[in-house]
């Protein structure tokens, strides 16, 4: 889901286990950020954000106790690049 409102903000991407797929083993949310080429030093102060926003989002009430609730960040450097954090 895009958007998915918690109580806490509203994630970019959170993909959520579907009852008809029970081998799925975890749920996820993903936080995007993006950063142009010439502001890549900006790096560590997107990745801290985007921390914070997960932390926030999965203490809210609707994604609390979801223990196999995994989170990753992903920033995007330009076009051609892209760091992953989980």
Not at 30 to 44: F, N, Q
Not at 61 to 71: C, E, F, S, V, W
Not at 79 to 86: L, P, S
Request: charged content about 35%; glycine content about 6%; some cysteine.
């Amino acid at each position: 889901m895009s958007e998915f409102e918690t109580g806490g903000g509203y994630t970019d991407i959170f993909l959520q286990r579907s009852p008809h797929l029970p081998e799925v083993k975890y749920e996820w949310v993903l936080e995007l950020k993006y950063l142009k080429v010439e502001d890549a030093k900006e790096l560590a102060k997107a990745k801290k954000e985007a921390e914070e926003q997960l932390q926030r989002y999965t203490q809210a009430y609707r994604l609390t106790g979801r223990p196999d609730l995994k989170t990753a960040t992903v920033v995007f450097i330009g076009k051609n690049k892209f760091e992953i954090y989980c």
